[in-house]
Nanobody, 118 residues
Framework: QVQFVESGGGLVQPGGSLRLSCAASGFTFSSKVMDWYRQAPGKSPGKEREFVARINNFYGTNYADSVKGRFTISRDNVKNTVYLQMNNLKPDDTAVYYC????????WGQGTQVTVST
């Protein structure tokens, strides 16, 4: 069964950094496109989950315009883990962050909360 376990979130001041991790299992990780998404406060689960970043199985990447130049996605195919390095964080980055494959599995993880605030 496809599973994702996100970690690394927390409370950080504007301008700070965090590194998120997502441990995946239940599929051949190295062959899958991996995405990060986020859900801002007040949004119902499954509604308006925003795309953040993608890394394909050739290590090609792309990003939402709102995070380009600040966030970096990477993957470790030995550890079956995808990462999201987030720098220069802004209050608008506050959200629960999730990873998933593309096309998305219905088995979303619990996410990890990122709060950017003074």
């Amino acid at each position: 069964q496809v599973q994702f376990v996100e970690s690394g979130g927390g409370l950080v001041q504007p301008g700070g950094s965090l590194r998120l991790s997502c441990a995946a299992s239940g599929f051949t990780f190295s062959s899958k496109v991996m995405d990060w998404y986020r859900q801002a406060p007040g949004k119902s689960p499954g509604k308006e989950r925003e795309f953040v970043a993608r890394i394909n199985n050739f290590y090609g990447t792309n990003y939402a315009d709102s995070v380009k130049g600040r966030f970096t996605i990477s993957r470790d195919n030995v550890k079956n883990t995808v990462y999201l390095q987030m720098n220069n964080l802004k209050p608008d980055d506050t959200a629960v962050y999730y990873c998933n494959i593309w096309p998305p599995s219905p088995n979303w993880g619990q996410g990890t909360q990122v709060t950017v605030s003074t």
